[in-house]
């Protein structure tokens, strides 16, 4: 019998991911060209990008639950903690999956439906069924799937998916591997505990320190770009600018200290940095600073 209330199911959907699909995703819809003409529409479009990073949460919870009942940050997820059973889980997140999928191809076309059916297939059989417990490199290739749904939201507005969208993409993709590895050099007992080879465990925590700044060193020329191309305009170079700097300096910081410290304070600006880039590109299109 389950003992499960909403609140586990909704904890099932990774809320905090949810929610950071969201804003990107709605940050490709306002990026892409040409004024929102179908608000209520382009809001419904929101509505199933969400519910399919929600249907990938469940999914990866029904795979991992073993290693998530190892380690501590997620051992009191629904499943191990033996509130919502894996089946349930599957069953959820698979009509979700398919609910998502569907709700976008009626409301903005096959491309961006095609587009997050592979998100939610990368995340789940990709990611969580094949590189995750395989390779140390799980999270570089992984990190596609976290940094689609802006892909995702260009897609739905125009049907299309040009070089601006996949530079929204390719800043996500390039920042995932320095944001999680600060994590994993925090917590790699835990992912040692699990099995799961992340890069401190199976390199070393020097190598990732190191790889660290490397992927630093590129992500944050990289997310200078959208205001040469002209698809930004000076809100978002200052911030780009000003926060790469600080993302550079607490980069170093993490690999020439080796300090936990350090790598707890990377952790958590990357995900200010981050928010700061797509708060301010979604600013100038709402008021029109853009190109």
């Known amino acids: 019998m389950s003992l499960a209330g909403p609140r586990d199911y909704f904890s099932l959907l990774k809320p905090r991911v949810m929610s950071l699909v969201i804003f990107t995703a709605l940050v490709g819809m306002?990026?892409?060209?040409?004024?929102?003409?179908?608000?209520?529409?382009?809001?419904?479009?929101?509505?199933?990008?969400?519910?399919?990073?929600?249907?990938?949460?469940?999914?990866?919870m029904w795979w991992d639950r073993d290693i998530d009942a190892i380690m501590t940050r997620t051992k009191k997820r629904p499943i191990p903690a033996g509130l919502v059973p894996s089946a349930e889980a599957f069953a959820f997140?698979?009509?979700?999956?398919?609910?998502a999928v569907w709700l976008l191809a009626l409301t903005s076309g096959y491309v961006a439906a095609g587009l997050l059916a592979f998100t939610i297939f990368f995340y789940v059989v990709i990611y969580s069924m094949g590189l995750?417990?395989?390779?140390?490199?799980?999270?570089?290739?992984g990190g596609a799937a976290g940094a689609l749904p802006p892909v995702v939201g260009w897609a739905a507005i125009t049907g299309t998916a040009p070089f601006e969208a996949w530079l929204l993409f390719l800043i996500i993709?390039?920042?995932?591997?320095?944001?999680?590895?600060?994590?994993?050099?925090?917590?790699s007992g835990d992912y040692e505990a699990a099995g799961i080879p992340m890069m401190p465990n199976v390199k070393g925590a020097a190598h990732t320190r190191h790889l660290i700044w490397v992927y630093s060193l590129i992500l944050v020329p990289l997310a200078i770009v959208p205001v040469v191309l002209p698809m930004a305009s000076?809100?978002?170079?200052?911030?780009a600018a000003v926060g790469g700097g600080v993302f550079l300096w607490r980069?170093?910081?993490?690999?020439?200290?080796?300090?936990?410290?350090?790598?707890?304070?990377?952790?958590?600006?990357?995900?200010?940095?981050?928010?700061?880039?797509?708060?301010?590109?979604l600013a100038e299109h709402w008021v029109g600073l853009h190109g």
Do not use: C
């Open 251 to 281: 980069a170093w910081l993490v690999r020439s200290k080796g300090r936990d410290e350090d790598a707890r304070r990377l952790f958590a600006f990357s995900i200010l940095y981050l928010f700061s880039l797509y708060l301010a590109l």
């Open 30 to 60: 306002v990026a892409a060209p040409g004024p929102i003409t179908n608000w209520p529409l382009a809001l419904l479009s929101l509505f199933a990008i969400a519910v399919g990073a929600g249907a990938s949460g469940a999914l990866n």
């Open 132 to 141: 995750k417990r395989s390779t140390p490199q799980n999270i570089v290739i």
């Open 234 to 239: 000076w809100l978002y170079g200052l911030v």
């Open 93 to 99: 997140g698979s009509v979700m999956s398919l609910l």
């Open 173 to 187: 993709f390039m920042w995932t591997p320095p944001h999680f590895w600060a994590l994993a050099l925090l917590k």
